[in-house]
């Protein structure tokens, strides 16, 4: 009885897999001779493997096109045509400070200060080979002076804006808060200082009169809760000049403590 039983089983067993071959066989490309009118053979493809084809050559175009995203854009390799990427240093400097000062960068106004800093991005792009990557060198740069934007194709996340002060008149010294606190968070990594830039900022953002006099909201009995001394005497530099000398330090590159 044993025998038998296992006899069977072998059967079902080879019967399965002879049916699991010919399906095999019906979903493989099925290529069927035809003989057209002028006597010719041709091979005609089964509509379902057409539609794999079609499916499989969306899926290379949909991956190559990603991969053509994330490279450097074609339109900043253009930038530094004819400039060799294996040239010396003080020649690649050139190059990348012309192409900077062209794209509209914050760059120092000492002109040795800004071609030591592309100078510092050219060498942090050096490939495995000692050559010069330009495109890469341009981004840090653009990055280092906070203007990512500038790059030709790059693709920036969009900033948290300024709050909206109710007094349209404060508005630009509010924007100007908001910037400071930013370069704390993201250059200096002084968060506390960071943190009492945006609360400045807010608590211009919020006053219902326009704006005359730092002092006069810094101490005494108009104090604006949130603004001191200091901040009093950068919002009379704001009013006096139409600029802050922090700020404008910042937006060069310069975050040392003074």
Request: charged share 35%; hydrophobic share 35%; glycine share 8%.
């Amino acid at each position: 009885m044993l025998w038998r039983i296992f006899f069977l089983k072998r059967i079902n067993l080879n019967q399965r897999k002879k049916k699991k071959k010919k399906t095999a066989k019906k979903r493989k490309v099925a290529k069927v001779e035809e003989v057209d009118d002028d006597g010719d053979s041709k091979t005609r493809v089964s509509s379902s493997t057409k539609a794999k084809g079609k499916k499989a050559k969306k899926s290379k175009t949909s991956t190559t096109a990603k991969k053509e995203k994330q490279e450097p854009g074609a339109a900043v390799e253009l930038l530094f045509q004819g400039v060799d990427s294996a040239c010396g240093p003080r020649e690649a400097a050139k190059a990348l400070l012309k192409v900077a000062k062209d794209l509209g960068f914050n760059l120092p106004d000492d002109p040795i200060a800004a071609t030591e800093k592309c100078g510092i991005m050219l060498m942090g792009s050096k490939t495995d080979q000692s050559l010069f990557d330009f495109p890469k060198a341009l981004k840090s740069l653009a990055d280092e002076m906070q203007c990512p934007e500038k790059v030709p194709g790059a693709k920036v996340k969009p900033k948290r804006p300024a709050p909206e002060a109710k007094v349209e008149a404060n508005q630009k010294l509010v924007c100007c808060f908001w910037e400071l606190g930013n370069y704390e968070f993201k250059e200096t990594k002084d968060k506390m200082r960071g943190i009492s830039f945006h609360k400045i900022c807010r608590a211009i953002a919020a006053l219902e009169f326009e704006v005359i006099n730092g002092a006069k909201i810094a101490k005494g009995k108009g104090k604006v809760a949130g603004i001191g001394k200091k901040s009093g005497e950068m919002i009379d530099e704001y009013l006096e000049t139409g600029k802050m000398e922090l700020l404008e330090r910042y937006k060069k590159g310069d975050f040392s403590k003074k």
